[in-house]
């Protein structure tokens, strides 16, 4: 007794079937344990424009950084706090940085001025262009 190509083929497509969903179940397995591990895929770098030129203080404040422009030099630092991740402000009068969450301090050029952070901030690549956008962020 054979069976037909027609029916040899209906009875291997549950079995392709499942072995692809086995796969996929694998896949949906490995992927945390690899994440847990420490693999990462590496996030893609993001250009942010800048419409706008600099106040009088040379400070510009973004969602994500805050640019700096003064005595020629332009530079971004990151807003997320190395310590737990809260988000770091610019304190104008004082002239430094600081996260709200643990009061930790941190100069214009991003150096811990006062922990519990105990890394510097991460900087950003600047652009500066003549005409608009006057900044292109890298971050
Ligand atoms: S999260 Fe910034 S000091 Fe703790």
């Known amino acids: 007794m054979s069976l037909s190509n027609t029916s040899r083929e209906a009875a291997q497509k549950p079995r392709n079937n499942r072995r692809m969903l086995l796969g996929l179940g694998l896949l ?14 590496p996030a893609k770098p993001r250009k942010i424009e800048i419409n706008t030129t600099a106040p009088a203080n040379g400070v510009l404040v973004h969602s ?4 700096f422009d003064r005595d020629g030099a332009s530079w971004a630092l990151t807003r997320k706090c190395t310590h737990l991740g809260c988000k770091v402000s610019y304190h104008e009068q004082g002239n430094y940085l600081e996260c709200p969450c643990h009061q930790s301090r941190f ?33």
């Open 28 to 41: 949906a397995l490995i992927f945390p344990l690899l994440r847990f591990v420490g693999f990462r895929v």
């Open 107 to 139: 100069s214009p050029e991003g150096k811990v001025v006062n922990g519990p952070a105990k890394i510097d901030l991460v900087a950003y690549t600047v652009e500066k262009r003549d005409t608009a956008p006057y900044y292109v962020v890298t971050i």
């Open 64 to 67: 994500d950084f805050i640019l």
